[in-house]
């Protein structure tokens, strides 16, 4: 196993010989790097040093409780997973860690040191599984801006466009008009000086007329962006809808 995908956590438990036996059976599997504390008050202090990968909390603990210290974390916005650990009848405890954060709860009267590892490896799956849940939703809310950004431009683009197009088209047609019927009627030195007027403006046209083209080209391309960035929205909302049950194997225990 790399070093990398040994998961670091943070233990605080104020019984020291419980502490050693979920330090002990944790280190035990190779797959955790536990960080003991006897009190909440030490455990903030390490989490002030330190990121973790999971933060495991007695909620009894003398001063600072593990809700305390979960109401810390939730304070400071640190984004790690909390398991609360708990006696029997506390289930009313459990629920208010649950709405401050904690990703799950274990009765302490009920520990079982085989299954203690699966509990804590699958909090942490939930959490990295949750945490691409909601970047996948910032994502898309991102995109749906976006889309919605091009849209606009698209639809701004295509209408100057054709603007462009039809005014252009009255000039040619006003300009043609003109030499048509003005030119016989001009003497000859007028003739000379419509015809460089004329010029000038077919050249002015011809300009223009690049533009024109310029801009439906770039409509072109911002509207195929448009249209790919609504097949990549598309994507991924089906798959944040597929992501709103955890897959078998990351569910809460109880």
């Not at 945490?131 to 976006?146: P, S, V």
């Not at 009627?185 to 690049?210: Q, V």
């Amino acid at each position: 196993m790399n070093q990398s995908d040994v998961l670091r956590v943070l233990v605080a438990e104020d019984e020291e010989s419980f502490l050693r036996v979920l330090t002990t059976v944790l280190e035990s599997t190779k797959r955790f790097t536990v960080y003991p504390c006897e009190g909440g008050e030490e455990a903030v202090e390490a989490l002030k040093r330190s990121q973790f990968d999971i933060v495991i909390l007695d909620y009894k603990m003398p001063g600072m409780s593990g809700l305390n210290v979960l109401q810390w974390i939730h304070e400071q916005k640190l984004d790690t997973p909390v398991i609360l650990l708990t006696g029997a009848g506390s289930e009313n405890i459990a629920v208010e860690a649950m709405k401050l954060g904690a990703y799950d709860y274990l009765r302490k009267d009920s520990f079982d040191r085989n299954h203690f590892p699966v509990i804590v490896n699958g909090v942490y799956e939930r959490y990295l599984f949750k945490k691409d849940k909601d970047q996948r939703e910032i994502r898309a809310r991102k995109l749906e801006k976006d889309i919605a950004a091009f849209e606009l431009l698209s639809n701004s683009l295509a209408t100057f466009a054709q603007d462009v197009t039809a005014t252009l088209s009255d000039v040619t047609q006003l300009t043609d008009e003109s030499e048509q019927t003005l030119y016989p009627l001009l003497p000859a030195p007028g003739k000379e000086h419509f015809k460089s007027y004329l010029g000038k403006i077919r050249e002015e046209y011809r300009i223009l007329l690049a533009i024109g083209r310029s801009i439906v080209s770039l409509s072109r391309v911002v509207n195929d962006h448009y249209l790919k960035m609504q097949s990549l929205h598309q994507s991924e909302v089906e798959l944040i809808e597929k992501m709103k049950t955890p897959p078998e194997g990351i569910s809460r225990t109880n």
